[in-house]
């Protein structure tokens, strides 16, 4: 089972990667539109970079209003985890 | 009688197989440098004859905010380069306030469309970003680089093959002349990918006998030639009315004097030279000169057997044998849709200098060629009246006219 702190790390990586981000940036407080300068077109971005990540489909459900910050991204995506190893 | 302004120009910006820059691209022809290579992609097909072309040096364009660049074909990215050194040449550190912007390619990129395609074909859709969209929309760089550098006047892209860096300068200076627009940025921008040697290739237009000396391979007008180089970059000009140039205190580089387009339609690929020199004509006609005014003749001519002809036939119908002709391509290859705004920025610098450059690798003018007087070394001279050229595959035509500024 894929733990939260890998969850964040791989995140973090892809972000930083796609977005040229520093580690500084990357706080699970930052607002992704206001800290960390992600557009309406870099948030269509994301979602390709992290299913190429995590190898699940995150762009059903997939709410980018609803994802405010870093640390509600990582929740989402646990979330998704957990369903995906659970069959659902 | 409404009198139309005069059109100069007053800022250029260049990115070739020479580097960034209009000082790196003037030095490299001035001083006849060789920019060609072998390519290691068309070495591996062996169906395809030519294996030469010339690229712009790897570059590091991550000085360009990621917000702009992220939407960026490589080919946006040479334009970004050439309009920010454009501009700064003008004197303006960000772009005036509804400035018109001119630009076109060829093709989209070639890299990118192929990427995408790849995604598409193997039904792997969901790896398709929006960035990779945004960077092969067929104004792709013309929609970044004006986003990027708030250009926020008419943007209009003429795509017209290898006629595109020509029939952008031209539209700007009708669009300048008529008052559209007081200022405008104009030129093209290509990126290269080895299906334009194959393509061109296939079509029998390719430079295939001097692939072990590939600065050699473009001879434009020589015995020895069988076709052009591919090649890329992005040249630009800055355009205004002589009133808005001189009410600002801007060096004026050049005067537009006339420019015309038209059209062949009796063959896809190559133009009639009775088309053509209706076509200088019609550019004369717009300045208000004749012939004898013009004192050098820059060439399309890329290299091909039929359309170094059927160029030289045009010339000397309209000009006669006396005209001085040169063409660029043995420097340069050919930069396709960059080729006639590139060009241009040499030409506008033959009438600053008056200096003639020689065509490169020009030995033995092909007998087949009509009479002119090839230009085949550097040559310190009077020159006052240039004229351009520009043929497209597709039929597209279009020659604008130079004068020095004095």
């Not at chain 2, 012939?291 to 036939?313: F, M, R, S």
């Amino acid at each position: 089972m894929i733990t939260r702190e890998e969850i964040i790390r791989l995140t973090n990586e892809a972000l930083k990667k796609e977005f040229e981000l520093t580690d500084e940036q990357l706080v699970p407080t930052a607002h992704l539109q206001n800290d960390v300068g992600l557009d309406s077109l870099d948030a269509v971005d994301m979602v390709v970079v992290l299913e190429q990540k995590f190898g699940m489909t995150l762009r059903q459900g997939y709410d980018i209003r609803s994802i405010v910050t870093l640390n509600d991204l990582y929740n989402f995506i646990e979330k998704l985890a957990r369903d995906h190893e659970a069959g659902k | 009688m409404i009198l139309s302004p005069k059109v100069v120009i007053t800022g250029m910006g260049a990115v070739s197989p020479y580097g960034a820059g209009v000082a790196p691209l003037l030095n490299g022809l001035f001083t006849g440098k060789g920019c060609m290579h072998t390519v290691p992609e068309l070495e591996a097909l062996p169906m395809v004859k030519t294996k030469v072309a010339a690229t712009v040096p790897e570059m590091d364009f991550s000085y360009i905010p990621r917000r702009d660049r992220r939407s960026m074909s490589r080919m946006a990215k040479y334009a970004y380069a050439a309009a920010r050194e454009t501009l700064q040449s003008a004197g303006y550190e960000t772009a005036p306030q509804g400035l018109g912007f001119f630009m076109g390619s060829t093709l989209n990129s070639i890299s990118v469309w192929l990427e995408v395609s790849k995604n598409c074909i193997e039904n792997h859709l969901e790896l398709v970003k929006t960035s990779d969209f945004l960077q092969i929309m067929n104004h792709s760089p013309l929609a970044t680089v004006s986003q990027a550098l708030k250009i926020n006047g008419p943007c209009v892209g003429a795509s017209d093959a290898c006629a595109t860096g020509l029939m952008n300068v031209g539209m700007a200076y009708l669009a300048v002349k008529t008052g559209l627009v007081s200022q405008a940025l104009c030129g093209g921008t290509e990126e290269y990918h080895p299906m334009f040697s194959a393509c061109f290739d296939i079509m029998q237009a390719t430079s295939h006998n001097f692939n072990q000396t590939p600065n050699d391979a473009c001879r434009p007008f020589d015995k020895d030639r069988t076709g052009l180089v591919c090649s890329e970059g992005c040249g630009l000009l800055f355009i205004e009315t002589e009133e808005n140039a001189k009410a600002r205190g801007a060096t004026i580089l050049a005067e537009i004097a006339g420019f015309a387009s038209n059209t062949e339609t009796e063959n896809m690929a190559y133009p009639s030279a009775e088309t053509l020199r209706q076509c200088m004509e019609a550019a004369l006609k717009n300045a208000g000169i004749s012939p004898t005014d013009v004192d050098l003749l820059n060439a399309h001519a890329t290299g091909t057997i039929i359309g170094d002809i059927a160029e030289t036939q045009a010339a000397n119908a309209v000009f006669g044998h006396s005209i001085k002709v040169n063409s660029l391509k043995g420097h340069l290859g050919h930069t396709m849709g960059a080729s006639g705004s590139l060009e241009t920025i040499a030409c506008v610098e033959m009438l600053r200098r008056q200096e003639i450059l020689p065509t490169q690798n020009l030995h033995t003018p092909d007998e087949r060629c009509a009479p002119v007087t090839h230009v085949t070394t550097a040559q310190k001279m009077p020159v006052n009246t240039i004229v351009k050229n520009s043929f497209a595959i597709g039929g597209n035509n279009c020659s604008l006219i130079l004068r020095r500024s004095l």
